[in-house]
């Protein structure tokens, strides 16, 4: 694999790899093309550009950060993302296709990855994209211009400034609207962003992206969601999670940012207390990408419900602690089953939590349970084992899971692991907190072998929310308000195993 960087090195390297393979003789020429937008004639950019034969690539990161759009790379399986405002697009090395949503399209040639950026053929991507993401752009050849799509909304959330204050730091975001400051969002994320969700915004990404930030705030990004915009502001300081508020005649959002209270540092003994307590959840929404689970009769994916659920805990647990959440994924991408214990383990996570929703053949079969990691003592544990270890076969290799095929191994780590007591009680606090706010049958913790779960160092559990195979549980999935409700009850449950652990904790030191 190709492991340059910049446009020259690019270039000489695709060169050799061409003469490598004995592909016939093309041209490498290197070139741009212009980006212009109709509603903002001040505004261009450019893409720079190379040639293989008469096809000519562009840089989908340049092209992303053009249009102030997101990207995530998964170096698993050499996937790229990119989320523009009407949908993301999924581009993967070497291939001559892009998914958009679950609908495929072939480019003239593949994609090409040389490590680090991913290329595509420029002419096709441009004709995709006004068809699908970027509704009504086009590629001029005369001019050798990609003109934007025209603007069709009218934002109500603009540019952004940032003031340091005596007492902390203040962004300002100018706004068009009166935003009602009691349901807005706001949250930080592992990856040190400060993420504001406004109910109601409709953002201009550009103008937010372009504005001038200072202080502890690097960069400014927005992101047009169905029914909000999220703000996302770069952190180069660890903070609290701020005051927002709206000022008066819909003028200006402000974020308020308090410097940090420095508490003077206690003894020893203290200080060996605090390293123990429950301060870190790991959050492990089940599936995800290519890995899409189960599906229900009505086309409910579990990876979709596993993930919503998980973001709402982890926005509820923020809310209403100080604990530290990690995700093994926030995006709908694909994470190998060891990728997900290694997440947690190396973000010194205190709680592991899986979350999955069920199926089963009989379609009567309904309720929640949860499930710890024991040797799986009925044929129900055997079968459900067997359906989410079945993972592994998505993986583009599955050779380190080969010692987990001896039953006798696999039966030795779960019978030493150190967290199982801890596992069990958890996941009793779990069955007696859920019934406190679903409606639904409750079928008790249960023990198997989960592959996903061997090696976290930490209390860990499954937690099968529903069955998506049984028609009516499949459409309370399916709510809002419900997956909020199993999200409000997986906190409750954490929070009584906290204060519990905790105690004894202290006791023990």
Do not use: C
Request: proline residues 4%; glycine residues 8%.
């Amino acid at each position: 694999m190709i492991r340059h960087t910049g446009y020259t090195q690019l270039l000489f390297g695709l060169f050799q790899v061409l003469l490598i393979t004995v592909l016939a003789p093309v041209t490498l020429q290197a070139d741009e093309i212009r980006v212009v937008f109709p509603d903002q004639p001040q505004r261009g950019a450019v893409l720079r550009t190379f040639y293989l034969g008469n096809i000519e690539y562009i840089n989908t990161q340049e092209l992303a950060d053009i249009f102030s759009a997101g990207a995530y790379v998964n170096d698993d399986v050499d996937k790229q993302v990119i989320y523009f405002r009407e949908g993301e697009i999924k581009i993967t090395a070497f291939s001559s296709f892009v998914v958009i949503g679950d609908q495929a399209y072939q480019m003239p040639a593949p994609s090409y990855f040389d490590g680090q950026n991913y290329f595509v053929p420029a002419r096709s991507l441009f004709t995709i994209l006004g068809l699908t993401v970027l509704k009504g752009s086009r590629y001029d050849e005369a001019r050798r211009a990609f003109i934007g799509p025209p603007s069709l909304t009218k934002y109500n959330i603009h540019s952004a400034s940032v003031g340091t204050k005596q007492n902390g730091t203040l962004i300002r975001v100018k706004t068009s609207k009166q935003f009602d400051g009691a349901n807005i969002e706001r949250y930080i994320t592992d990856g040190g962003w400060l993420v504001v969700v406004v109910p109601g915004g409709i953002v201009d990404s550009v103008a937010l992206a372009h504005s001038t930030m200072g202080g502890i705030i690097r960069e400014a990004v927005g992101h047009q969601l169905a029914q909000a915009a999220e703000l996302r502001f770069k952190l180069t300081a660890k903070i609290s999670p701020p005051e927002v508020y709206q000022v008066a005649q819909g003028a200006e959002l402000h974020i308020a940012i308090r410097n940090p209270v420095r508490r003077p540092s206690g003894d020893r003994t203290k200080q060996m207390r605090e390293q123990w307590y429950l301060d870190t959840i790991v959050l492990d929404p089940g599936h995800g990408g290519k890995d899409g689970g189960t599906v229900g009769r009505g086309g409910l994916k579990e990876k979709t419900v596993t993930l919503d659920v998980a973001l709402r805990l982890g926005r509820l647990i923020k809310r209403n602690s100080n604990m530290r959440v990690v995700y093994t994924r926030d995006e709908d991408v694909f994470v190998p089953l060891f990728q997900r214990t290694k997440i947690a383990n190396e973000n010194d996570g205190k709680i592991f939590i899986s979350i999955h929703v069920n199926s089963a053949e009989s379609r009567s079969a309904h309720g929640f349970e949860t499930w710890f990691l024991a040797p799986a003592n009925t044929p129900e544990a055997i079968a459900i084992a067997q359906r989410e270890n079945s993972a592994i076969l998505l993986e583009e290799s599955n050779h380190r899971y080969q010692e987990f095929s001896d039953e006798a191994l696999i039966l030795s780590t779960m019978a030493h692991s150190t967290w199982m007591r801890e596992s069990e009680d958890l996941g009793a606090i779990i069955q007696s907190q859920l019934p406190k706010r679903l409606e639904a049958t409750n079928r008790g913790i249960k023990q198997t072998g989960f592959i996903v779960l061997i090696g976290a160092s930490m209390p860990k559990i499954l937690v099968e929310i529903g069955f998506i195979s049984n028609r009516m549980e499949e459409k309370k999935l399916g709510q809002n308000a419900y997956r909020q409700r199993i999200a409000e009850g997986l906190l409750g449950a954490i929070m009584t195993f906290k204060k519990k652990y905790e105690v004894a904790l202290l006791k023990e030191q």
